[in-house]
């Protein structure tokens, strides 16, 4: 759903971002890992200190640094498929760093139960949803979709946390949590239906046993 902006921001916000880096010879894996390591250490310092306005500013400034490292690998025809690994791998450390970080929030400051419980739920099943999609792959079939795509999850939980901060609302944590909870676990099964199918049809012509 978010895909739509890209353009837009590396065109117009990051362009000249990329230009600067890569005049620098900045590495675009650099790049990714400077941006996974600063987000994983804020959200894992500031969301279990209650710190969850200064927590999100900081890990969504990080969470550009995911479309920097793309454009500059695009712009610079250094894009290499260990690039692609790299990128994928570190997303994932950067998303459950962010829950983690909340769970840890929800078992101190914040001293909920259920809410801890709906943060490590989360953390699961939204890295099930990208290894579906993976191992799916890596068989030659496709398990693209659902209504819980990657960038969706984090511009949710990140909008809910911090604009629960900032309205001193603490329920848009919660309601965001359940509708992600929700979100992930139909996209899971939408996805192992999918996959289903198409491993039935293969099956059916001696290809997978």
């Not at 260990?82 to 983690?100: K, N, P, Q």
Request: charged share 15%.
């Amino acid at each position: 759903m978010l895909d739509r902006f890209k353009d837009f921001w590396q065109g117009v916000v990051l362009a000249p971002i990329v230009r600067l880096l890569l005049w620098m010879r900045v590495s675009p894996d650099l790049v990714t890992l400077v941006g996974t390591l600063g987000l994983v250490v804020a959200a894992l310092w500031f969301f279990p200190r209650g710190d969850l306005l200064v927590g999100v500013l900081v890990i969504t400034a990080f969470v550009f640094s995911d479309l920097v490292d793309g454009a500059m690998a695009r712009t610079s025809g250094r894009s290499s498929v260990f690039g692609a690994f790299w990128d994928s791998t570190l997303d994932r450390f950067g998303d459950a760093a962010i829950f983690v970080g909340l769970a840890l929030y929800f078992a101190g400051p914040g001293d909920h139960w259920i809410n801890l419980c709906l943060s490590l739920y989360c953390l699961v099943t939204g890295s099930v949803t990208s290894y579906a999609r993976a191992r799916a792959e890596s068989l030659g079939m496709d398990a693209k979709g659902g209504i819980a795509e990657r960038a969706d999850r984090l511009v949710l939980i990140l909008v809910a946390t911090g604009l629960s901060e900032l309205l001193d609302l603490p329920v848009l944590v919660p309601i965001a949590l359940w509708v992600l909870a929700v979100a992930s676990s139909v996209t899971v099964a939408y996805r192992i239906v999918k996959v289903y199918r198409q491993a039935r049809a293969l099956d059916g012509v001696g290809v997978i046993t």
